[in-house]
C-alpha cells in the first residue's frame, strides 16, 4: 500500500519537500505534509550546506559565542536584567496581580527546563508553547543553527564526547551534547519567565478591551503582542534569518534586529491603541496604550534620571563625564555610563556600564556619538558622521567572536590597540601568542574568564592597551550580577597614548620618507601627497595625547607636573610636551641627514624633493 504522507493532498495547504540526499533531511525527501514544515525544513537543510570550511566557522563561532553566553552565569543573569527593561517597557512590569503572575511565570519556566514540575504547570507550557511564547529564545536557537543542532547533531560533538567519555564530565553530563543542550536551555530561563509574565500581563489588558471574544481569541490576541513586543528567534525578517549565518556578519545580529523591530513595534502598538481607543470610544484600549507610553518613558527616560542622580552624588558634571570617555575603552566611548563615587586622589576612577545590559542602546548609542561630534569643535562633519553610522551598525556589521580574535591576530593587534605580537618577535613568540588570544578572546569560557579578572584585581593588574583597572568588588559584582562594573587608571591611559604617539610618529615618518628618499621614480604629487598624510596623522595622535593629558588633569586624578613627568618618562621627547602643554603643533621636519639624502638622490633624476615638499 501507500502511506498517507506519499499522496499529494488537494486540500492546497500542504507541500513537498525535495531534498538533497547529502542533508540530514535526505530520509523526508519526497514527502508531503503542512505547508509550513515542508519550508521549513527546505530552508533549513539549505542552511546546512556550502563549502566544509563554512561549516566548521559556523560551528567555531557557535562554540566560541557558547562559551560567552550559555555557558555564563554573568550573560545569563544580563539576559535577565534585559529582559526586564524590556517588559518595563511595555507596562508589564507591575499589575494588580503581579505576585500571582510573577510565581505562575517562574513555574512554568523551571517546569519547562526540567521537563516536569505539576500537571498544572505542563499544561500551562504546552499551551505556552502552542502560542509561539515558550520554545523560541534568541541566543539559545542561534548557536544551535551556528552548530548544526549541537547537542543533537553527533558529528558536531563527538571530538567533545571522546575526550570526555570515561571521566566525571561525560558520567554527570551525560556527554557534550547533553551539556549544551541543558545549558542552552538554564540561558534561557530569564526569557521564558519574562515572556510568561508579559503574555500573563497582556492576556489581562486584552480581557478588559477585547471582553466580547473568546478566551482562545484573547490568548492568541496576547501572545501576538509578545512576540511583536519582545525578541523572538522566528519573528526575524527573512533578509536577516538568511545572512546571520554568514562568516562574516556580527554575532548578534538577530537580537540587534530584533531590538530595531520591537521597539518599533512598540511605539507603533503604543500610538495605535490610543488613537484606536478613542476613535471606537474604547476606553480600555486608550488606557492600555497610555500605560505602554508611561513604560516607554520609565525605561528611558528614567534610567537616564539615574544615571544623572548617580553622577552628581559622584560629584561629576557633564565635562567630567566627557573627560571620562577619553579615557575609557573604545567600546565604552558611546555608552550610558553611570559614574560610582570614587576616591580620585589614587587616580582610577569607577564606572558602571549600562549599555551592557541596556537592549534599548541600539539607539541612544549612534545619537550620543552624534551629539559628542557635534559638540567636539576638533571634530569635523564627516567625522561625526562617521562614527554615528559606525555606532548604528556596529552590532550588524562587527566582528565576531571567532573571526575577530582571527582578523586581531592577522594585523597583530587588537581593536582598541593592544599589541598582540611584536613584529620583531620570533615565528614562536608569534604563534604563542596568536594561540593565547585566540583562546581567551574566542575560547575561554565566561567563567574562567571571571576567575581570571579577580585574580589579576587581586594583584594590582592594570591592562596596558586600554589602562583598565581591575578592582576586586568590581569583578566579582560583575560576575555575579550580570552588571558591567569597571575602573579606570588615567596614568595608565596616558601611558598608553605616549606609546601609540611615538608608534604613529614613527609611522608618519616612515610615511614620507619612503617617497621623499626612494631611489626610485616619484611624482610630485605622490611626495606631497606624502607629506600630508604623515602631519595629518602625527596632529591627530598629538591632540589625542594633549586631551588625554589635559582631561586627567581636570578630573583631578593627576596633576599637570604628574602628566608631563609621565610623558616624558615614556619617550615623548621635551620638545613635543612643550608643544603639548601649549595645544600647539608643529609640522614634521626632515633631518638633515634625510634632507642630504633625498637631494642627492632626487639630483640623479632630475627632481628636487627639498623644494617640492617644502612647497605644501
Known amino acids: 500500500g501507500v502511506r498517507l504522507h506519499e499522496l499529494a493532498p488537494n486540500n492546497g495547504m500542504s507541500g513537498r519537500y525535495n531534498g538533497s540526499p547529502s542533508t540530514q533531511w535526505a530520509p523526508l525527501s519526497g514527502y508531503y505534509g503542512p505547508r509550513a514544515l515542508a519550508d521549513a525544513i527546505a530552508t533549513t537543510a539549505q542552511d546546512m550546506g556550502g563549502p566544509a570550511w563554512v561549516r566548521v566557522l ?213 500610538a495605535g491603541q490610543i488613537a484606536e481607543g478613542r476613535k471606537t470610544g474604547n476606553k480600555a484600549l486608550e488606557k492600555d496604550g497610555y500605560q505602554r507610553l508611561l513604560g516607554i518613558t520609565l525605561a528611558s527616560a528614567g534610567l537616564h534620571g539615574i544615571t544623572l542622580l548617580a553622577r552628581s552624588l559622584a560629584g561629576f558634571d557633564d565635562k567630567d563625564e566627557e573627560d571620562l570617555r577619553s579615557h575609557v575603552p573604545v567600546w565604552d566611548e558611546n555608552a550610558t555610563l553611570m559614574i560610582l563615587p570614587t576616591d580620585r586622589s589614587d587616580g582610577k576612577i569607577d564606572y558602571m556600564n549600562i549599555s551592557f545590559f541596556n537592549p534599548y542602546d541600539v539607539w541612544s548609542k549612534p545619537l550620543r556619538a552624534f551629539f559628542r561630534g557635534l559638540n567636539d569643535p576638533d571634530s569635523g562633519v564627516l567625522e561625526t558622521a562617521k562614527e554615528t553610522l559606525e555606532e548604528l551598525f556596529d552590532p550588524i556589521t562587527g566582528e565576531r567572536i571567532f573571526l575577530g580574535a582571527l582578523v586581531d591576530i592577522a594585523r597583530g593587534v587588537t581593536v582598541s590597540g593592544k599589541e598582540i605580537y611584536d613584529k620583531t618577535d620570533s615565528d614562536v613568540d608569534k604563534i604563542t601568542q596568536s594561540v593565547y588570544h585566540l ?7 565566561e567563567p574562567l574568564t571571571a576567575i581570571d579578572r579577580v585574580w589579576k584585581a587581586s594583584q594590582g593588574y592594570v591592562a596596558p592597551g586600554s589602562g583598565r583597572s581591575y578592582d576586586k568588588w568590581n569583578e ?84 599637570q607636573r604628574e602628566a608631563l613627568r609621565q610623558m616624558q618618562a615614556d619617550g615623548v621627547t621635551d620638545e613635543v610636551v612643550r608643544d603639548i602643554l601649549r595645544n600647539r603643533f608643529r609640522r614634521y621636519e626632515p633631518s638633515t641627514r634625510d634632507l642630504n639624502e633625498a637631494k642627492r638622490k632626487g639630483d640623479k633624476l632630475g627632481q628636487d624633493r627639498i623644494a617640492i615638499y617644502r612647497s605644501v
Request: cysteine-free; charged content about 25%.
Open 58 to 270: 559556523m560551528q567555531l563561532t557557535g562554540y566560541s559565542m557558547a562559551s560567552k553566553t550559555i555557558l555564563s552565569w554573568s550573560s545569563t543573569m544580563k539576559n535577565f536584567w534585559g529582559n526586564v527593561l524590556i517588559v518595563i517597557a511595555n507596562g508589564n512590569l507591575l499589575s494588580k496581580n503581579a505576585f500571582g503572575i510573577h510565581k505562575q511565570a517562574r513555574e512554568a519556566a523551571w517546569a519547562n527546563f526540567y521537563n516536569g514540575g505539576s500537571d498544572a504547570s505542563r499544561t500551562y507550557v504546552k499551551r505556552l508553547i502552542e502560542l509561539g511564547v515558550f520554545g523560541d529564545a534568541m541566543t539559545e536557537n542561534l548557536i544551535r543553527d551556528l552548530t548544526n543542532g549541537l547537542g543533537s547533531d553527533r558529528k558536531s560533538i563527538t571530538l567533545f564526547d571522546k575526550i570526555a567519555e570515561k571521566t566525571l564530565i561525560s558520567k554527570v553530563t551525560g556527554g557534550a551534547g547533553k551539556f549544551y543542550k541543558k545549558a542552552g536551555n538554564f540561558y534561557s530561563i530569564p526569557d521564558e519567565f519574562w515572556k510568561a509574565v508579559a503574555f500573563e500581563t497582556e492576556l489581562r489588558r486584552v480581557q478588559k478591551y477585547m471582553p466580547n471574544d473568546t478566551l482562545q481569541q484573547q490568548e492568541e490576541e496576547a501572545a501576538r503582542i509578545v512576540k511583536v513586543t519582545m525578541p523572538t528567534y522566528s519573528q526575524a525578517p527573512e533578509i536577516v534569518q538568511l545572512i546571520r549565518k554568514m562568516p562574516i556578519i556580527a554575532d548578534f545580529i538577530t537580537f540587534t534586529t530584533e531590538m530595531f523591530r520591537t521597539s518599533i513595534n512598540t511605539v507603533k502598538m503604543t
Open 439 to 445: 583562546y581567551k578572546h574566542a575560547l575561554e569560557p
Open 476 to 559: 566579582i559584582f560583575s560576575a555575579t550580577l550580570g552588571l558591567k562594573f569597571s575602573s579606570i587608571d588615567t596614568s595608565s591611559t596616558l601611558q598608553f597614548s605616549a606609546k601609540q604617539f611615538k608608534a604613529n610618529r614613527s609611522d608618519s615618518i616612515y610615511t614620507f620618507s619612503k617617497p621623499f628618499k626612494s631611489n626610485g621614480t616619484q611624482s610630485d604629487e605622490a611626495i606631497r601627497e606624502s607629506y600630508v598624510k604623515a602631519n595629518a596623522k602625527l596632529k591627530r595622535s598629538q591632540l589625542e595625547l594633549y586631551k588625554k593629558m589635559t582631561s586627567a588633569v581636570r578630573l583631578g586624578t593627576m596633576t
